[in-house]
C-alpha cells in the first residue's frame, strides 16, 4: 500500500493544498505540520503583516518595534498606521516609533503611513476641532517627523476611517478626519512631496457589508481609483488640485454625484488615458443640475482627447435603473479605434455595438 501520510507527498501537492485554505484558517494549518509551517510562511506573512495598525500606548508601540525586528515578517509591512484619539502623549513614545522606523528603513521597505480614530469622546461635537487639531499636530510633529529623521522611503498617506460609520445626521469622526487630514495635506502642513499620494480608507459599505472601500489618489502614477464607497460626497470632500490632469479613472462598485464626475473628466481630459466605469451609481446633486450618462458621453461635454482604454458595465442613475448591463456585456476597449467606437455609440445612447462597428 502506498503511503500517503502529509510528509511523503511531493511539496507540489501540499503547496497547492494550502492555497485553498481560507486565511482565517492560515493560523491552524501552520500549527498541525511543519511542512505547512513552511510552505505557507509567505501567504501568512502577506495576508497578516502588510498592513500593521497599533494605538499609541506603550503595548502597541512596543509590539511594533518587536514585529519590525523580524525580517521574516517586517519585509512583507507596506502601511503602518498609528490609533489616536486627539490627546496629547509623552516624548518617550518617539522612541519607539523612531526605533520601529529604523528597523523598516534598514530593510528598505516604502512604507505608507497614517493615522486611525480609536476612540470616542463624548463632547466630540464640543471638542471636535480641538481634537483635531492635536491629531494633526501628533501625526506631523512625532510620526511623520520621526519617519523623517531615519530617512524611511514614503509612499501614501493613509487617513484610515475604518472603525467609524460613514453616514449619520450630523458630522461623523470619518468626515471630520477625511477632511482635516485632505486640508493639511492640500497646504503643504504635510508636505506632499514627502508623499506619492493619498489614500483614504473605509469600512464596509451598506450594499456590501463585507467589502471595505478606499479612495487612493497616487501623484506619481496620475491616477484616482474609488472603490466600494458609498455616496458620502466623497469628490466635494477631496481637494480640487488631486483631479487636475489624472491619467486614469477607476471608479467601482461607488455612488457619485453626476455633477462631479462631469467636472473630474473636464479637468483632465487632455491626459486621461485610462477610465474603467464599473458598477458606478449616479446621483443626483442637491439642488444641481441632473447628469444622465448619454449626457456625460456626449463628446463636445468631455472631449477625451488621449483615451487609450476605457471598461464600461454597470452603470445606474438615479432615475432610470441600469442603463448599462454589466456581467457578459461588459464594454472593454483596448485601442484607440475601439475608443472612438465605444464613446460614440454610448453618447448617442446607444448600448448594442460591435467594437469593430
Given at each position: 500500500m502506498?503511503?500517503?501520510?502529509?510528509?511523503?507527498?511531493?511539496?507540489?501537492?501540499?503547496?497547492?493544498?494550502?492555497?485553498?485554505?481560507?486565511?482565517?484558517?492560515?493560523?491552524?494549518?501552520?500549527?498541525?505540520?511543519?511542512?505547512?509551517?513552511?510552505?505557507?510562511?509567505?501567504?501568512?506573512?502577506?495576508?497578516?503583516?502588510?498592513?500593521?495598525?497599533?494605538?499609541?500606548?506603550?503595548?502597541?508601540?512596543?509590539?511594533?518595534?518587536?514585529?519590525?525586528?523580524?525580517?521574516?515578517?517586517?519585509?512583507?509591512?507596506?502601511?503602518?498606521?498609528?490609533?489616536?484619539?486627539?490627546?496629547?502623549?509623552?516624548?518617550?513614545?518617539?522612541?519607539?516609533?523612531e526605533?520601529?522606523?529604523?528597523?523598516l528603513?534598514?530593510?528598505?521597505?516604502?512604507?505608507?503611513?497614517?493615522?486611525?480614530?480609536?476612540?470616542?469622546?463624548?463632547?466630540?461635537?464640543?471638542?471636535r476641532?480641538?481634537?483635531?487639531?492635536?491629531?494633526?499636530?501628533?501625526?506631523?510633529?512625532?510620526?511623520?517627523?520621526?519617519?523623517?529623521?531615519?530617512?524611511?522611503?514614503?509612499?501614501?498617506?493613509?487617513?484610515?476611517?475604518?472603525s467609524?460609520?460613514?453616514?449619520?445626521?450630523l458630522?461623523?469622526?470619518?468626515?471630520?478626519?477625511?477632511?482635516?487630514?485632505?486640508?493639511?495635506?492640500?497646504?503643504?502642513?504635510?508636505?506632499?512631496?514627502?508623499?506619492?499620494?493619498?489614500?483614504?480608507?473605509?469600512?464596509?459599505?451598506?450594499?456590501?457589508p463585507?467589502?471595505?472601500?478606499?479612495?487612493?489618489?497616487?501623484?506619481?502614477?496620475?491616477?484616482?481609483?474609488?472603490?466600494?464607497?458609498?455616496?458620502?460626497?466623497?469628490?466635494?470632500?477631496?481637494?480640487i488640485?488631486?483631479?487636475?490632469?489624472?491619467?486614469?479613472?477607476?471608479?467601482?462598485?461607488?455612488?457619485?454625484?453626476?455633477?462631479?464626475?462631469?467636472?473630474?473628466?473636464?479637468?483632465?481630459?487632455?491626459?486621461?488615458?485610462?477610465?474603467?466605469?464599473?458598477?458606478?451609481?449616479?446621483?443626483?446633486?442637491?439642488?444641481?443640475?441632473?447628469?444622465?450618462?448619454?449626457?456625460?458621453?456626449?463628446?463636445?461635454?468631455?472631449?477625451?482627447?488621449?483615451?487609450?482604454?476605457?471598461?464600461?458595465?454597470?452603470?445606474?442613475?438615479?432615475?432610470?435603473?441600469?442603463?448599462?448591463?454589466?456581467?457578459?456585456?461588459?464594454?472593454?476597449?483596448?485601442?484607440?479605434?475601439?475608443?472612438?467606437?465605444?464613446?460614440?455609440?454610448?453618447?448617442?445612447?446607444?448600448?448594442?455595438?460591435?467594437?469593430?462597428?
Amino acid at each position: 500500500m502506498t503511503d500517503t501520510h502529509i510528509p511523503h507527498l511531493p511539496n507540489e501537492i501540499l503547496c497547492e493544498i494550502a492555497m485553498h485554505v481560507a486565511n482565517e484558517d492560515l493560523l491552524h494549518i501552520r500549527l498541525s505540520a511543519k511542512i505547512f509551517h513552511v510552505v505557507t510562511a509567505n501567504r501568512f506573512a502577506v495576508t497578516f503583516f502588510e498592513n500593521r495598525a497599533y494605538d499609541i500606548s506603550p503595548k502597541g508601540l512596543k509590539a511594533l518595534v518587536n514585529i519590525t525586528k523580524n525580517s521574516a515578517f517586517a519585509r512583507h509591512i507596506r502601511t503602518v498606521i498609528i490609533g489616536h484619539g486627539g490627546r496629547f502623549y509623552l516624548t518617550r513614545h518617539n522612541n519607539y516609533l523612531e526605533e520601529a522606523f529604523q528597523n523598516l528603513a534598514s530593510i528598505g521597505n516604502t512604507i505608507s503611513l497614517g493615522m486611525r480614530h480609536v476612540r470616542k469622546c463624548r463632547r466630540y461635537e464640543r471638542e471636535r476641532h480641538r481634537l483635531l487639531d492635536n491629531t494633526i499636530k501628533f501625526f506631523r510633529k512625532k510620526v511623520l517627523d520621526a519617519a523623517i529623521r531615519v530617512q524611511m522611503p514614503l509612499e501614501d498617506l493613509v487617513v484610515d476611517t475604518q472603525s467609524t460609520p460613514q453616514n449619520r445626521a450630523l458630522p461623523s469622526v470619518s468626515d471630520d478626519w477625511v477632511d482635516a487630514f485632505t486640508r493639511y495635506f492640500s497646504k503643504n502642513v504635510i508636505r506632499k512631496d514627502q508623499f506619492q499620494g493619498l489614500r483614504v480608507k473605509f469600512g464596509s459599505t451598506e450594499s456590501n457589508p463585507s467589502s471595505s472601500g478606499h479612495i487612493l489618489i497616487n501623484n506619481r502614477v496620475k491616477k484616482l481609483e474609488v472603490l466600494h464607497v458609498g455616496l458620502w460626497g466623497w469628490h466635494c470632500r477631496l481637494p480640487i488640485q488631486h483631479y487636475l490632469g489624472l491619467h486614469d479613472i477607476v471608479l467601482e462598485d461607488c455612488d457619485v454625484y453626476g455633477s462631479c464626475l462631469k467636472r473630474t473628466l473636464e479637468m483632465s481630459s487632455h491626459v486621461l488615458e485610462h477610465l474603467t466605469l464599473y458598477n458606478v451609481r449616479l446621483k443626483e446633486f442637491p439642488q444641481g443640475r441632473f447628469e444622465t450618462w448619454i449626457s456625460l458621453f456626449t463628446a463636445p461635454t468631455i472631449p477625451l482627447r488621449v483615451l487609450k482604454s476605457c471598461k464600461f458595465g454597470n452603470l445606474w442613475d438615479e432615475t432610470n435603473g441600469c442603463w448599462l448591463e454589466g456581467s457578459d456585456k461588459i464594454i472593454e476597449a483596448s485601442t484607440r479605434a475601439q475608443v472612438s467606437t465605444v464613446l460614440a455609440n454610448l453618447a448617442a445612447g446607444i448600448s448594442n455595438f460591435t467594437l469593430d462597428g
